[in-house]
């Protein structure tokens, strides 16, 4: 699809283009390849559904550079509908394996509140990893509600309600390569 008939079809404004994505994903691979010059293996932790484009974009590129990594997935969702976080989170999905003793890395997309974050953090600790640490794309500060350490941020991002390269508005627009704001009209649509 074009930018023009992505336009028609909702989108008000690009707020990030494939290539700031793509340049920030290498930028960010190659710190963490850097600050895991001497690890053995990482275990990268995708959050689904959201963070599946940019974990397998940045899976890709610390291949590269970095250790061998191994790839998990989890869901849980902090969302019930509409556009703002409930502080609701439920695991949708769990880890097919033991973390134990592992340096694990979760990727998110995005951490708007922080709720989603903040209670797979604690929950992982439970799993006694030897590390965790988070790369998340995107981070909206205006939205925080809980403090969480995000080791590697791609962009902070103002508080609109955002979609594309993962990140849905009922359902649609994730495969969308680049991030952009909805129309106020995209909302009322079925
Ligand atoms: C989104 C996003 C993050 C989370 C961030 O996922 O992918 O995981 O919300 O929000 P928070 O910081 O307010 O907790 P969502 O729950 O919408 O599920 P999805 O990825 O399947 O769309």
Not at 71 to 94: C, H, N, P, W
Request: net charge negative; charged share 25%.
């Amino acid at each position: 699809m074009s930018d023009a008939t992505w336009h028609s079809a909702g989108i008000d404004r690009v707020i990030l283009t494939e290539e700031q994505i793509r340049e920030k994903t290498e930028e960010l691979a190659k710190l963490v390849a850097a600050d895991y010059a001497d690890a053995e293996s990482l275990l990268l932790v995708g959050v689904l559904k959201g963070a599946v484009m940019f974990m397998a974009d940045f899976a890709r590129v610390l291949g590269r550079y970095g250790p061998p990594v191994e790839l998990e997935f989890m869901a849980v969702s902090s969302y019930v509908q509409g556009t703002t976080s409930s502080g609701v989170v439920r695991i949708l999905k769990d880890l097919d394996r033991e973390i134990a003793g592992r340096d694990v890395l979760v990727i998110e997309d995005i951490v708007d509140s922080g709720l989603t974050l903040s209670w797979l953090l604690k929950y992982l600790k439970t799993r006694s990893a030897a590390s965790v640490d988070v790369v998340a794309l995107m981070r909206k500060p205006a939205a925080i509600k809980v403090q969480v350490p995000v080791k590697y941020v791609g962009f902070d991002l103002p508080n609109d309600f955002v979609v594309g390269y993962g990140l849905d508005y009922r359902e649609r627009y994730r495969e969308m390569p680049f991030v952009g704001v909805l129309k106020p009209s995209a909302y009322n649509t079925p």
